[in-house]
């Protein structure tokens, strides 16, 4: 009986998303980063009164967030 190595039983195509997935991920953080400096600085804006003040900070924020989680992410998968 041999015995079958991992992914070696699916499709060409379920092969071909577990291989994107980390890299799917990477660019989910640096949305997900930057949506949430954006959201966050809308309803604050909204509530505070500060219009367009802590939008413009927090947008900022959340995109640097967002580019340091995708290039951390990027560089912890190259070392693989």
Do not use: C, H, Q
Not at 44 to 68: E, K, M
């Amino acid at each position: 009986m041999s015995e079958k190595r991992e992914g070696e039983e699916l499709s060409e195509a379920a092969r071909l998303m577990r291989a994107a997935s980390p890299y799917i991920s990477a660019v989910w953080k640096m949305v997900g980063g930057a949506a949430v400096g954006v959201l966050g600085g809308y309803f604050l804006d909204n509530w505070l009164g500060t219009t367009p003040w802590l939008l413009v900070a927090l947008s900022v924020v959340g995109i640097s967030v967002g580019f340091y989680a995708f290039i951390r992410e990027m560089s912890r998968l190259g070392k693989r």
